[in-house]
Every structure is written in structure tokens, then in C-alpha cells.
């Protein structure tokens, strides 16, 4: 092991301040006045990648439930479970045909009230995944509508009459490759579907279609859920007048005109929708998580509601985007922390590259993604981990067309191989299938799963599932790291980025080198009233600090230590 490589993980200070209530309810504020979502992480769950109990190939909700004591060790306070409704799976559960059950191929609505026991148990919140945009073609609602222009549900959905013979009746793009319209020869109209052709848009504009999604979050509220993951919140609201969107130049991965999506994405009239969820929500003392995609922090922002009556938890999925460099995070992170609302950090997710490859540059792999985690996961605000990041789970692409699973990725290949990557089986053990099943899995496990998986790096104090649970644990029991407030340090170093988590006598400081150089970074706390504290490390990677004050840095090492004053 080399010295680079090596970690300090020191005890740290058991300070539970975080009280939450009873199981169902009112969550405890705790001494700062913070609900439980504030401090938590949350853990995103594939469910056909984590665990297969039934050995059919696909993971299921008892697959979960067996996992959850790793869960609890791990330090994750909730598990976001991606759709496990009943779906045709065309779009792998983001096309519901009911609300309100569960998929057989992931089990029962038994099977679900069982995990929603054991996690309680182990003061785990369950959230599901709300697709709120569209349902799925096979839903009873779109049958009903698609039936005849007079049926009850006609309304739900959004038809139109063609522009003229084979002309649809805009030119709306669909983002999975396709226009956005489909005829449909029964009733002789068009309807709209902004993603897959089976995934018509719900429309909202019809009080029955809030209505009934509103009944949906209650149906699950009163089963246990503590909230909703909320898919695709920026397309529920189209232009009633169907203008066309202005195409601007270039060209998009599917080799179509691009568009400015001024009258098919973030309509005003979201918020308005938004509000009426959140108010239900409130009725529950559930939390509402954003996938909100933004060009900037400023339109971030909106999705909180001008008085916090949105979304508590709007992601930011713009982290994922930036340059990898230290002045990049330090800009971000200060626009976040300004912002005024409560930010909520995500490095990967199901949609996008794993963030494990993202950053990977052949030689620090692994100390990169150990950075990550002491980054992100030390940050004032909450966090959204998905699983196998805290393995280094990288991404597994198909190697051919014909492998390909996600239909965006057979209409876009091989410009775009699609998201099967990022969605491949957990990696338990170094045995067959990594553990995830005895059977054929739906997805290929990478060769680098006989390295980094569960069992494997569970025994090596230096491996990235070590640093993930060490900063985890410290998350949940530093006062600092809970509610200290965010001080950027040293602002000019183009290398080493470096901060404080700053809460009364105590502070955490975090210095990250954001280089594949050798770097030093010299502090002085004084301005930060912390020039005579006791220093303390409390975990490092590839760094050493001489005195407290100048901390040595191997290319992407990372060193935290403890001030006290
Ligand atoms: C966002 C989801 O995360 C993605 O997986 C899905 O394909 C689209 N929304 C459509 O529901
Ligand atoms: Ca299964």
C-alpha cells in the first residue's frame, strides 16, 4: 500500500443532536431548528440493479430489505427507490401503468410494506419516485382516453388535430430522439409525449389529473412514505397555444435541429403544481426532492417557491456538469450556500455517467473518488448518493449495439451508448455476478467488480467504502459538520481547495487537493477566530499537516481535521 494511498481515520466525538420522531410522526427539529431532511443522505436505489433475492436476474424489494443492515452501517438515513410500480418497463419503471401497486417482478405490495417495516426499524425513511410528466401507454387513464374523443379521460392526456395531412400539430422535439407527437388512428389526432412515445404527457391543466395525482401521494403517505423523489418536474405545463419552439443553431446527439424549449419546459404553471403537491406534503410531514435540471443556481433556486412552499429539495444536478478543478467548486459551492436555500448535492445518478468515470484519469482513480466523497459529503446541505458510488462502481457501457437495454441509447448509438452503463448490477462480492444474483443479470458486472465491491473492500481500512463510511459517520455526529455554517478558505489557490464548517467552539476543516500535482496549502485561522485552537486530524488521504497550519498534499489527497478553541 503506498503512503499515498494510505488513510487516517481517527474516533470521532459521538454528539447525536439529530432526535427524529417517532415512526409516521412529527419529525423533531433539531437544536437549530433543521427537520431530519436537512441533515440527511439519502441513498438511490436502481431497483432492478441492487439486490435479487428471487435469482430471476432483476433486483427486487426483498433484495432490499436484506440489504438494509449495510444501509443502516453505512450511514444512509433514507432510501430513494427509482419506480417500482407496475410498468411495461419501455422506459424501466419511469413509464407507470399504476399508481398505486407494486410490480410483480419486484414483488408484492406485501413485500413493500415489509421493507417499509424494516427500515423504520432501522430509522431508515423510505421515498418513492413520482413520475408526475406522463404515465405510461398501458396506463387505464391514456387506454381510456386514447378510446374515443368523448371518453371520460380524454382530457387527461394532451391531443390535438394535425397541422394537415401527416403534419403533426407543432414541432415539438421528444428528448429521447422523436418527434413529439404520435398520431393515433382511432380518434385521428396527434398526442403529445415530451419522452418516449409510450410515455404520453399528463395534462395538468385538468383539475381531475391534479386531483387524482394528488390522491396518489396520499395513498403512499399513509403506507409510511416519508416523500417523493419528483421525475421530470420542468415539462408538466405546455404553451395551450402550441406555438412552435424557435430551433437555434446546431445540432443535438440524434442528429436534429436544436430547439430553445421556451413553450414545452418550465412554464410558470409548475409552480403552481408544485405548490398543491407540497401542500399535501405538509398535510404529512413528507419531503419533496427535485429532479430539476438548471442552466443556473439563480433558476435553481425558483423550484424552493418564493416562501420555501415548493420543493424542500431541488437538486443540484449542476455540480455533475462542472469542470473538475478547485476554482470551479469554490465558485459553485459559494452560489449554492448564498443562494438562500437549502442546497442539495448529487454527483451521479441513473442518468448520467457514474461519477466514478467521470473523473477517473487512468492513474488516481480511486483517490479521486475518495476526494469526492470528503467534498460533497462534508458540504452544509444535504446529500444524494447512488449506489456503488461508495464502491467506485464505474460505468460498464454496452461494447455493442445489439447489448443496448435503454431504447434512448439504440436511437442514439454510437454517439451516445445510453444509460445501461451507470444502471449495472451492485457489486457485493468478487464471486459471481458480484454477488447480485445467482442467476443472469440483467446487465453486465464490469471486470473491476472483483476489486471493488462490498466484501472486498468492507476488510481494507483504505479503500473507498472505508473513506465514504468514515466521512458518513462523521456527518452524523460532528456538531460541526451538522450545523456549522461553510467558510471558503485561501481563495486564490488554484489547486487546493480548502474550507471551514464553522459552529461555536468547534470547526472542521476540509482541504481538498483538486490537482495530479504534489501541493502545500498554509492556513491562518485568526480571521476565522480560530488563531490559537487545538487542532485535531480526523481523516486523511495521500496528506499530512506539519503543524495544523501547512497541510502537504499528494495529487488528489484529501486532509480533515478538528479545531477546537
Ligand atoms: C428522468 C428519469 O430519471 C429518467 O430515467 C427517465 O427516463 C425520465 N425522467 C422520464 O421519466
Ligand atoms: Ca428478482
Not at 443553431?249 to 418550465?266: L, W
Not at 403544481?273 to 435553481?300: C, F, H
Not at 447480485?436 to 483504505?462: C, I, M, Q, Y
Not at 452524523?476 to 485561501?490: K, Q, R
Request: net charge negative; hydrophobic share 35%; with cysteine.
Amino acid at each position: 500500500m503506498s503512503a499515498r494511498a494510505k488513510i487516517l481515520a481517527i474516533p470521532v466525538l459521538m454528539a447525536v443532536l439529530l432526535v427524529p420522531g417517532a415512526s409516521g410522526q412529527q419529525p423533531e427539529l433539531d437544536t437549530e431548528g433543521h427537520p431530519w431532511w436537512q441533515h440527511a443522505v439519502f441513498y438511490e436505489i436502481y431497483p432492478r440493479s441492487f439486490a435479487d433475492s428471487n435469482n430471476d436476474g432483476i433486483g427486487d424489494l426483498n433484495g432490499i430489505t436484506s440489504k438494509l443492515d449495510y444501509l443502516k452501517n453505512l450511514g444512509a438515513d433514507a432510501i430513494w427507490i427509482t419506480p417500482c410500480f407496475p410498468s411495461p418497463q419501455v422506459d424501466f419503471g419511469y413509464d407507470v401503468s399504476d399508481y398505486e401497486a407494486i410490480d410483480p417482478m419486484y414483488g408484492t405490495m406485501a413485500d413493500f410494506d415489509k421493507l417499509s417495516a424494516e427500515s423504520k426499524k432501522r430509522n431508515i425513511r423510505v421515498i418513492l419516485d413520482f413520475v408526475v410528466n406522463h404515465t405510461s401507454d398501458q396506463h387505464k387513464w391514456f387506454l381510456d382516453s386514447k378510446s374515443s374523443r368523448s371518453s371520460e379521460h380524454r382530457d387527461w392526456y394532451i391531443w390535438r388535430d394535425g397541422k394537415g395531412p401527416g403534419q403533426p400539430p407543432n414541432n415539438w422535439l421528444s428528448t429521447f430522439g422523436l418527434p413529439a407527437w404520435k398520431y393515433d388512428p382511432t380518434t385521428k389526432q396527434y398526442y403529445y409525449h415530451y419522452f418516449y412515445p409510450e410515455q404520453p404527457d399528463l395534462n395538468w391543466r385538468d383539475p381531475a389529473v391534479e386531483k387524482a395525482m394528488f390522491d396518489t401521494t396520499r395513498f403512499w403517505y399513509r403506507r409510511g412514505v416519508s416523500g417523493f423523489r419528483l421525475d421530470a418536474v420542468d415539462t408538466l405545463f405546455e404553451d395551450p397555444a402550441l406555438k412552435d419552439n424557435p430551433v437555434i443553431p446546431g445540432k443535438d446527439k440524434f442528429g436534429r435541429p436544436n430547439m430553445d424549449e421556451k413553450y414545452n419546459k418550465k412554464l410558470p404553471e409548475v409552480h403552481t403544481a408544485l405548490k398543491g403537491l407540497r401542500k399535501v406534503a405538509d398535510e404529512y410531514n413528507a419531503v419533496l426532492i427535485g429532479e430539476t435540471w438548471t442552466s443556473d443556481v439563480s433558476q435553481l433556486k425558483e423550484y424552493y417557491g418564493n416562501h420555501n412552499d415548493e420543493l424542500q429539495l431541488p437538486m443540484d444536478l449542476l455540480l455533475n456538469g462542472l469542470p473538475f478543478s478547485a476554482g470551479t467548486y469554490r465558485k459553485h459551492v459559494a452560489a449554492m450556500d448564498s443562494a438562500g436555500g437549502w442546497p442539495v448535492y448529487v454527483i451521479t445518478n441513473h442518468d448520467i455517467t457514474r461519477s466514478y468515470t467521470r473523473y477517473a484519469d487512468g492513474k488516481h482513480n480511486d483517490e479521486i473518488s475518495k476526494l469526492m466523497a470528503a467534498f460533497y459529503l462534508t458540504l452544509r446541505g444535504t446529500a444524494i448518493m447512488y449506489y456503488g458510488e461508495e464502491l467506485g462502481m464505474e460505468n460498464n457501457d454496452p461494447k455493442s449495439r445489439d447489448e443496448v437495454q435503454d431504447p434512448v441509447g439504440k436511437l442514439s448509438w454510437p454517439k451516445d451508448k445510453g444509460r445501461d452503463g451507470e444502471r449495472t448490477p451492485m457489486q457485493w462480492t468478487d464471486g459471481k455476478n458480484a454477488g447480485f444474483t445467482e442467476g443472469k443479470p440483467w446487465l453486465p458486472v464490469p471486470a473491476s467488480a472483483k476489486t471493488h465491491n462490498v466484501a472486498t473492500e468492507e476488510k481494507d481500512p483504505n479503500s473507498i467504502l472505508s473513506v465514504y463510511k468514515t466521512v458518513l459517520a462523521m456527518r452524523h455526529t460532528e456538531p460541526a459538520l451538522i450545523e456549522g455554517d461553510y467558510v471558503s478558505l485561501n481563495n486564490n489557490d488554484p489547486n487546493v481547495y480548502s474550507y471551514l464548517r464553522r459552529y461555536k467552539n468547534e470547526a472542521f476543516l476540509v482541504v481538498l487537493n483538486v490537482s495530479n500535482e504534489k501541493q502545500t496549502a498554509e492556513f491562518d485561522f485568526a480571521p476565522q477566530g480560530f488563531a490559537a485552537g487545538k487542532t485535531k486530524p480526523a481523516l486523511a488521504s495521500g496528506a499530512s499537516a506539519a503543524d495544523g497550519h501547512t497541510v502537504t498534499l499528494e495529487p488528489f489527497g484529501f486532509y480533515i481535521e478538528k479545531l477546537t478553541k
